[in-house]
């Protein structure tokens, strides 16, 4: 079983920073993919918008390109979104998730761990 716990949100203005972190326990990182996706309210939820796995390969979806950057330290445990440049189209709420794999999943039902969220709103 794997315990996901995300902190970091907040409120920014537009073209401000946020880093999100994503705590994982019970399973080392060095087993995990870890992805990062959000839901904005009255929306249905997107694809993952970053991952990284086990080797430290990664994922971007070109709505964050350039904007987001997705890292890990293991010491802690920990993956990390630092998100530059929001835009108010990024509120939202980001959730972690986790999967077993060597792989990038780009879909949610292929993680099977999820954390609690943590909400971001970007001002205009």
């Known amino acids: 079983q794997v315990q996901l716990v995300e902190s970091g949100g907040g409120l920014v203005q537009s073209g401000g920073s946020l880093r999100l972190s994503c705590v994982a326990s019970?399973?080392?990182?060095?087993?995990?993919?870890i992805a990062w996706f959000r839901r904005a309210a009255g929306k249905e939820g997107e694809g993952a918008l970053s991952?990284?796995?086990?080797?430290?390969?990664?994922y971007y979806d070109d709505s964050v390109k350039g904007r987001f950057i997705i890292s890990k330290d293991k010491d802690k445990n920990t993956v990390y979104l630092q998100m530059d440049s929001l835009r108010p189209e990024d509120s939202a709420v980001y959730y972690c998730?986790?999967?077993?794999?060597?792989?990038?999943?780009?879909?949610?039902?292929?993680?099977?761990?999820w954390g609690q969220g943590t909400p971001v709103t970007v001002s205009p």
């Open positions: 998730a986790a999967a077993r794999t060597r792989n990038l999943p780009r879909q949610s039902w292929e993680y099977g761990w």
């Open positions: 019970d399973l080392l990182l060095d087993e995990l993919t």
């Open positions: 991952a990284i796995n086990r080797d430290g390969l990664t």
